[in-house]
């Protein structure tokens, strides 16, 4: 069993920086996946972006450009450097991980203010 925790969310400001951070309880090695997701009030949960275990990323057209998903094996920890914030980015983000077993985190509240 593996607990993923969320860090990193706030109240910022339109075209500030926030990194969120998604720490392990074990090692991240396993995971062949690992990656954001996002829900707004309203809305359903949609996905961010995505690092394979090679390092391969994809993101979601909405944050292409902005936002930059990275893993640190060594650290357990999955990162996501969010820049250029706009106030559609407010959500609650969410990491996971799947390998044998998928893993969610508990989320992070984003609030991007105009």
């Known amino acids: 069993q593996v607990q993923l925790v969320e860090s990193g969310g706030g109240l910022v400001q339109a075209g500030g920086s926030l990194r969120l951070s998604c720490a392990a309880s074990?090692?991240?090695?396993?995971?062949?996946?690992m990656g954001w997701y996002r829900q707004a009030p309203g809305k359903q949960r949609e996905p961010v972006a995505t690092?394979?275990?090679?390092?391969?990323?994809n993101y979601a057209d909405s944050v292409k450009g902005r936002f930059t998903i990275s893993r640190d094996n060594a650290k357990n920890t999955m990162y996501l450097q969010m820049s250029s914030l706009k106030p559609e980015d407010t959500a609650v983000y969410y990491c996971?991980?799947?390998?044998?077993?998928?893993?969610w985190g508990q989320g992070t509240q984003v609030t991007v203010s105009s």
């Open positions: 996971y991980a799947a390998g044998r077993v998928s893993y």
């Open positions: 074990g090692s991240i090695i396993s995971f062949n996946v």
């Open positions: 690092i394979t275990s090679s390092g391969s990323t």
